[in-house]
């Protein structure tokens, strides 16, 4: 008897719970995806070919999909049908011969409708995710389609042509929203377009002639000479705590303001190390004299620092946080009342600045290379390879940061 010149898994892809079937020959794999999507315990108990009345459905099916892929693979034994194929094209003559739904040698019309459905697909895709910021730009962009398209639930991936794009940006300009809040909407129509292309649930892809262009942003960062003024000048004292946060983000390297709100100790060998919210990666920091004397200052129970325990969230930590930079400024008293008038100084900062000022005063004024600032920043280093940030050398990020407080605080370079 011949030797079994392919093999087969029948697997499921774990952020869409789409069943594959990968196909494997001479170390080779090709796969293709089924269209029919099942949770964990669905797929585990389909497996196992569950014999309970409400597995029934999902065990028929993939003992249907294993008899036809052993079949197919003893037929291609016995007869050496694969002798001259590789697994792509192997791949190919399997998914046109067995891909089929539930219960059905043909897919109903009524699932085939269903997978061509949009909104379905980007719920899904929604509430697969766990990062939330990534999750509340996506619901923002499904309740934007909601409101704009009539009877959104039934517009399908064909429906999202390049007339139906500059619909939608017509719509959302009358609502008021800048070009690059816009830009959001569409890179996040254009990511599940590309989510559904990987699993062949349309080919049509509308972004080939609709251009996203992003507007020039407004300015985000301060002059050496501006933050050393917003370091040195008179506040209020309810926002002595507010500017004393902006120094620290920007002393320890424009770090998050979520991840400010997170961190739990300074390490015995100076640092402070998380994993960033934005991205998960392990990030060191090494925290110097200045950002030490800050830190002892709001001495937090439940976190390192006390807004851990004054605000429930770091969204409500960045929100007054930013209220309170936005207000410092001159002072002027009005009236016969003697009625406070502020100008402020910078209307538009936010907690956000920092990390863009540190950037920029240690490009532009300190000529730190770009590759170092990108490392301090935790920008990813390369593409395809799994980093571990704190395995890193961290001698020319510290050395940086140094460099970029003296010259804030001394006037040093």
């Given amino acids: 008897m011949r030797t079994l010149m392919f093999t087969y898994k029948i697997l499921r892809k774990e952020n869409s719970g789409v069943l594959f ?18 949770s964990q315990k669905e797929y585990d108990d389909a497996m196992l070919l569950s014999t309970t009345a409400s597995k029934q459905r999902q065990a028929r099916y993939i003992r249907s999909l294993t008899d036809k892929l052993d079949a197919m693979q003893l037929d291609m034994v016995q007869y050496g049908l694969d002798k001259n194929m590789d697994a792509s094209s192997l791949r190919d003559r399997i998914k046109a011969e067995i891909l089929f739904l539930p219960d059905e040698e043909e897919e109903s019309e009524k699932e085939k409708a269903k997978r061509e459905l949009f909104m379905p697909f ?43 794009l500059n619909r939608f940006d017509e719509w959302l300009v009358g609502k008021g929203l800048s070009q690059n809040t816009r830009n959001i909407h569409f890179k996040n129509i254009r990511t599940i377009i590309n989510r559904a292309i990987d699993e062949e649930l349309t080919d049509k892809y509308p972004f080939r002639r609709f251009k996203i262009k992003p507007e020039a942003t407004r300015k985000r960062s301060l002059t050496v000479e501006e933050l050393r003024k917003l370091f040195t000048c008179e506040v209020e004292p309810y ?20 991840d400010l709100f997170n961190l739990k100790e300074v390490t015995s060998s100076g640092r402070v190390e998380y994993r960033r919210a934005k991205t998960h990666r392990l990030y ?32 409500d930590f960045i929100k007054w946080t930013n209220k309170g930079l936005q207000k410092i400024g001159e002072m002027k008293i009005v009236g016969r009342g003697g009625k406070k008038k502020i100008t402020s100084f910078w209307p538009d900062i936010t907690t956000y600045w920092a990390r863009h000022t540190w950037a920029t005063i240690a490009y532009n004024d300190l000529d730190i290379p770009k590759d170092v600032i990108s490392q301090a920043l935790g920008h990813s280093m390369g593409s395809g390879i799994t ?5 890193r050398d961290q001698r020319k990020v510290d050395e940086a940061n140094r460099r970029v407080l003296d010259w804030v605080l001394y006037g040093k370079k």
């Fill in 21 to 38: 079937v990968r196909i494997v020959k001479n170390r080779r794999k090709a796969e293709f995806t089924l269209g029919v999507a099942m």
């Fill in 387 to 391: 980093e571990i940030y704190l395995d």
């Fill in 239 to 258: 926002q002595e705590m507010y500017r004393d946060m902006f120094k620290l983000i920007f002393m320890l390297i424009g770090i998050n303001a979520v």
């Fill in 122 to 164: 980007f719920r899904q895709r929604i509430d697969s995710k766990t990062n939330e910021g990534y999750k509340e730009s996506q619901e923002y962009t499904y309740k934007k389609i909601t409101e704009f398209a009539d009877d959104a639930n039934r517009l399908k991936f064909a429906d999202i042509d390049l007339k139906w």
């Fill in 284 to 315: 060191s920091i090494k925290v110097e004299p200045e950002a030490m004397e800050l830190i002892k200052k709001y001495p937090g129970t439940s976190g390192l620092l006390s807004i851990s325990d004054r605000w429930t969230s770091h969204k």
